[in-house]
């Protein structure tokens, strides 16, 4: 892999797990923003590269790839070694597991354009957002607690090393984090949490790092 541009949008939970799994694999990449607050995502032009509509997108040595899973998974399997995915099945389907249910059950209903409608024809739209994303995201990462209680206790969700679990869990305990969600009863997501922090994986890929100056 050599040359790798990533369309991304500094807020994006979505981009931002493609930023930390390609931190995770050591790969440079060069960063364009698409704009979601301005609609840039829904252009004819950005369109072309992603019909979906959605960032990310990720264009590496010249093939367009969307959706972050699959492009979190491609990058593991040309990477094993980054760890991304364990080597071991019944581990690999227990990431999966964790991964699919912030990726697949959380965001897609926290998605802007999601929360945005359920907004336009909610009975109390005064209390959208917040009440919708206290529920979907406090009942989702409740769940993802209970999922690794499961588990003999770990540093990461799985093991002693970030996987695409974890690269899924940050994202969504930002979004928890800027919308307020009480995280108080989740001691093991906290956990995992302070160990991601302090992996530069983790700290390159932040919001924080890539929001626009100015
Ligand atoms: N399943 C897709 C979801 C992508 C996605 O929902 N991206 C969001 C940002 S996190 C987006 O582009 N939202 C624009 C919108 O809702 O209009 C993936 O994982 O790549």
Redesign the pocket.
Known sequence: MTDITLYD?W?????Y?VRIALGLCGLEYKSVPVN?LEGE??SESYRALNP?????TIEIDSLLF????A?IEYLAELHPDAGLLPGDALDRQRVRALSYAI?MDI??VC????AKFAKSIAAKPDDMPVAWFHKFIGEGLAAYEGMLAQQSPSPFSLGDAPTMADICLMPQLYNARRWEVDLSNMPRILTVEENCNRHTAFQAAHPDQHKPQG
């Open positions: 949008y807020r994006s939970s979505a981009a797990r979601l995502h829904k979906q509509g959605f960032v990310p969307t959706q972050s899973l492009i990726a965001h897609p998605n802007l354009s999601v």
